[in-house]
């Protein structure tokens, strides 16, 4: 597919996730988010599950996590039209509560779509949510943080998720330096 094919089937998507009133979460979310950016990208970034902000706006990592997340690109030398961001789960679980794995469960087929579509090279995990989803419950994101793995012919990078370095300070140079190896 082309870009402008991979992005009318991503909008085809986004409709389908609108539609979809089985999804566990919709009913107490104010908007979808299904995922934006270049639906040609290199690189998907996948975190857990859109925040208030998020909700409110209807867009992925516009929060202060986001912020910090669009400074970790930018120090690649990449932006936001150079790679796509999503969600494991595209509607806000209620007061930020972690996702049950039932609603992981409903989500996914919509995050495997994407995949499909957009055909990455590398997906960057962030947060334990997605790290376990796409390498395994067994791993954990101190361990192997920054060390690419082998998924169905795509690179995986695990990564903190940025929300972690506003409440630890002194994760903020780990994530740079792991971001530094994505372009690796």
């Known amino acids: ?11 085809e998507l986004n409709a389908k996730i609108a539609a979809d009133t089985d999804l566990p979460l919709k009913v107490a979310a104010t908007n979808d ?15 857990e599950a859109p925040g208030a902000k998020e909700d409110e706006l209807g867009r992925p990592f516009v929060g202060a996590a986001g912020k910090f997340l669009d400074e970790l690109i930018a120090s690649i030398g990449l932006s936001r039209e150079d790679i796509f961001i999503a969600n494991l789960i595209k509607h806000r ?33 962030l947060g334990r949510y997605s790290l376990q989803y ?15 793995k082998r998924r169905g012919g795509r690179v995986v990078m695990p990564m903190y998720h940025p929300a972690a370095a ?18 690796k």
Do not use: C, W
């Not at 597919?1 to 909008?11: G, I, P």
């Open 33 to 47: 988010v299904p995922g934006e950016g270049n639906p040609d990208a290199d690189i998907l970034f996948v975190g």
């Open 134 to 148: 796409f390498l395994g419950d067994s791993l954990t994101i101190s361990k192997i943080h920054g060390q690419p």
């Open 166 to 183: 506003l409440y630890s300070g002194n994760l903020r140079p780990v994530l740079k330096e792991d971001f530094a190896k994505i372009l």
């Open 93 to 125: 679980p209620p007061n930020n509560r972690d996702p049950l794995p039932e609603e992981i469960a409903a989500y996914v087929p919509y995050l495997e779509r994407q995949i499909e579509i957009i055909e990455p090279k590398v997906i960057v995990t």
């Open 1 to 11: 597919m082309n870009k402008k094919e991979k992005q009318q089937a991503l909008d």
